[in-house]
């Protein structure tokens, strides 16, 4: 509803609120915005959700309500060549833990509620050179805390520094590059169900990247890329990309790329131990290694039609060295490791009609096979179940009808796949909502969601909550 990091202050000035009631809880939220002294603009803003406990299919209530509160500003500005932004946030929540826990211990838990708080803020500084080139240097600081009652809490502050130089066109090419550097210092409360160790660390991440992209002729645009990337566990990481673009005629477009990828081990790959003091039945991943996924994808996005157009898009990802829990020889304790592999081969496509000029229909479809396999060192045999948990398929429609020019009717309908370890059915989902315009600045829309009943989407049975038929209003007033 309210995104501080992807518009500049001058597209939202004036002020605007916007109340959300419905079964399952409500949020309101508004926004001030104007110009500054001296030029530029800036806006502030300010939301509170809250959300009531859902139930399982045997009625039972879950207990996971949760309530959280943010604000933040944003202002731009501009001196000549030179361009300015800086924005900044807080926020604050609870939210209560349902069984078996947000980090499983294999005993029994005294849950208590989640207590989240933070604070951020970002500066930004553009330097336009002409020529299409530019330099831009950010920075980044970022404050958490996280208490996860009885298992473990968490203070975290990142300060991140990111530059970046566009060169002017040389020739047919247009290069981009530059470098990243973060730094964190954590701080874990340990239990005595899971520690951290060490509890205390400070540890930084470092990387150089560029990008060439060649104009060749109207129709052919090859773009390759690397990065390097250096972390405190893996040590360097080369990530390289390549992309082209062919534009067979002037609403039709071919492309295709290949790149290359990595999830770096974090501290609960590498220094969790449950439970809190020896003797450890984990003992995190000394070995630990990143988890590597090379990623091959065609696409073509067309209009043939003024009122027609879609797009598809082909993929196949190979993946080596995801993380299992191995068992030692001694059959005393569990590591982490990187003994599996996998492939996922899918299909993605969406299009847009305009049937009248009142009328619009959009369509999506996504199909997935995905496979993973033990590797021979491996005694994880639950590992494949462990990944891979997502739907075979998922299917999107959507209907949009302008009612004159105060009100407007919109049909959602969804269709997912059903998932296998836990079983999950599939499910069908068809949501609702009338809009009307109630006068130039005040808009009132009534919705429902998921009206042909309810289901679940994940999660074993036992905890899995349902989500059920819901109705609610939402009012939206600005100037």
């Known amino acids: 509803m309210i995104n501080i990091t992807t518009r500049s202050a001058r597209d939202i000035q004036g002020a605007m609120g916007v109340v959300t009631a419905g079964e399952r809880g409500y949020d309101v939220a508004f926004r001030q915005g104007g110009a500054l002294a001296g030029g530029g603009h800036w806006r502030a803003y300010g939301k509170y959700l809250e959300e009531r406990r859902t139930q399982l299919a045997s009625v039972q209530v879950v207990n996971d309500a949760r309530q ?150 109207k129709s052919l645009r090859p773009v390759t890329g690397a990065r390097i990337e250096r972390n405190g566990y893996t040590g360097t990481e080369f990530l390289p990309t390549l992309r082209l673009a062919w534009t067979m005629a002037p609403a039709h477009t071919l ?73 030692d020889p001694g059959g005393t304790f569990v590591t982490f490791g990187n003994l599996m592999q996998g492939k996922a081969d899918g299909i993605e496509m969406w299009g847009n009609y305009q049937a009248t000029p009142a009328w619009r229909l959009s369509a999506g479809l996504m199909a997935l096979h995905e496979s993973m396999t033990l590797k021979a060192l491996s005694n994880d045999a639950a590992g494949p179940g462990t990944v891979g948990k997502d739907p075979s398929h998922t299917l999107q429609l959507r209907s949009s009808f302008n009612l004159g020019d105060d009100k407007e009717f919109d049909l959602m309908l969804r269709k997912v796949g059903a998932l296998s370890e836990p079983d999950v059915p599939g499910y069908t989902a068809l949501d609702a909502r009338f809009g009307w315009r109630l006068r130039r600045a005040v808009e009132l829309s009534v919705f429902g969601q998921n009206l042909n009943g309810a289901h679940g989407e994940y999660g074993p049975l036992a905890t899995r909550t349902h989500v059920g038929r819901a109705l609610g209003v939402k009012l939206v007033w600005q100037r």
């Open 255 to 327: 492309w295709a790329s290949a790149s290359r990828t990595v999830r770096a081990p974090s501290r609960l790959d590498a220094d969790a131990f449950i439970p809190g003091k020896p003797p450890y039945l984990l003992r995190g991943g000394p070995r630990i290694r990143s988890e590597v996924a090379t990623v091959f994808e065609l696409g073509y996005r067309g209009q043939p039609l003024a009122k027609l157009s879609y797009s598809m898009t082909a993929f196949h990802h190979d993946y080596d060295h995801l993380r299992t829990q191995e068992v």
């Open 68 to 217: 959280q509160a943010q604000r933040g500003f944003r202002a731009d500005w501009e001196r000549g060549a030179h361009q300015f932004s800086v924005h900044g946030n807080a926020y604050r929540g609870q939210a209560d833990q349902p069984e078996p826990g947000a980090l499983q211990t294999g005993v029994p838990l005294a849950l208590g509620p989640i207590n989240t708080a933070g604070v951020n803020l970002t500066g930004r500084w553009n330097y336009l050179l002409g020529e299409g080139a530019g330099v831009s240097l950010q920075g980044y600081l970022d404050h958490t805390r996280r208490d996860v009652p009885p298992t473990f809490g968490e203070s975290l502050d990142i300060a991140d520094l990111q530059f970046q130089h566009a060169l002017a066109a040389i020739g047919a090419h247009a290069l981009v590059w530059g470098a990243n550097y973060r730094r964190t210092w954590d701080d874990v409360r340990n239990s005595d169900y899971i520690a951290f160790l060490p509890a205390k660390t400070n540890q930084n991440w470092s990387s150089l990247f560029a990008q060439d992209e060649v104009t060749l002729g």
